[in-house]
């Protein structure tokens, strides 16, 4: 049976107690939430584990989530392929059932609902792909409409809401252009109208930005923030860009062969990322050194002769703490060259690595007493090496 004749059988038992009017009816089927009022949205995972079985055996995809996503926020869930990403985003909406535990949305066990309520929360969290899951007979408006004509919702009714969506998304001018004709990010921006359809509270992105290139990305990032401020929807995504995080996320879950190897606000897992798995994907956004600095880098002074040594100076987040090359200059008694390197800011915290090179026949205090207190210039502080 489809989702609507579901929803429409339910209502007419509900009617068939209470004596409902059509028009009562039929305000039932439509989803009246207002655009910009949300209310719900939060998730809890409750020792939540998953095991699939498989030709080769028991594949333990969740072992022992516990988690709580807060309600309007953007929650990031990264790890290494196979970690368990995508089977922990798809409880949410019990695309899969957990074999143990608990998934809790807006404090209801999503484990004890009947298939009308199911609808029902399905309709509340909306869902984006990395290959977009569009129809590619029917145009950009039918695309968008689907989810509200299984709804049962008046076509006048759809024709504003898909009109007010596509205005949302930026494709007030595709209507009746089908999917074949839209680069990559316009099909994605029609994924996202589509899963908004319905004013959903949460809404599910699985490498939503993935097929699309930076620039791209860069403006889905954008819609998708501006949706989470607008209309107040809890965010989660899961993503293989660091930098999609860095940008735009509250906190962010490391997950590891189906276990939290990490969990926080962003700034802090990204300023001191303590597990090896999320020091592995954090690893393209480090400046790292550059090719021919490595080559003349040494690890010892030479014996004689002009040289410069080379400090590495790593900034967390923590504290407030940023580079300042006039106090740094100051506690190092000496002039320094910013050889590589750069600070992101995220979430408001300053976060990077600054290669220094300063005269080496210059006496360097000792460096511990520069990562602490009042005098602290930067978090680590460490020699890399020496050029000649
Ligand atoms: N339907 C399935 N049947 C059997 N194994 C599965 C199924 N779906 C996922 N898995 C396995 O579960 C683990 C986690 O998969 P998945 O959640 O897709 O990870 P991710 O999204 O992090 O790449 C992997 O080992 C994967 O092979
Ligand atoms: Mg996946």
Known sequence: MSSS???RRSLAQVSEVFSLSDAEQESLATPSVPLTQKSGGSVSFQSVAKVYASSSGAVHALDGISLDIPAGSIFGIIGRSGAGKSSLLRTINRLEKPTGGRVVVD?????TLGEADLVAL????GMIFQHFNLLSAKTVFDNVALPLKVAGVRPAEIKQRVTELLALVGLQDKHHVHPRRLSGGQKQRVGIARALATRPEILLCDE??????????????????DINR????TVILITHEMSVIREIADQVLV?????????????KVFGSPQHDATKALLAPLQH??????????QSQPPASGHYDV??????NGEDGLEPDFARIAQALNAQTRLVHGGVDRIQGHAHGRLLLALDGAIALPALSNLTQGPQAIAHRIGVLGYVV
């Not at 404090?107 to 484990?111: E, F, H, S, T």
């Not at 930076?214 to 954008?222: D, G, N």
């Not at 607008?230 to 929807?233: D, K």
């Not at 790292?288 to 880098?297: E, I, K």
């Open 107 to 111: 404090g209801v066990d999503i484990g």
């Open 288 to 297: 790292g050194l550059p090719d021919d600095l490595q080559q003349r880098l």
């Open 208 to 225: 939503a930005t993935s097929a699309l290139d930076p620039e791209t990305t860069q403006s889905i990032l954008q819609l998708l923030r």
């Open 310 to 315: 080379v400090l590495q100076l790593d900034y």
């Open 230 to 233: 607008r209309l107040g929807i």
């Open 122 to 125: 399905r309709r509340r969290i």
């Open 255 to 267: 997950l590891e062969q189906g276990r939290i190897a990490e969990l926080g606000e962003v700034w």
């Open 5 to 7: 004749a579901v929803l």
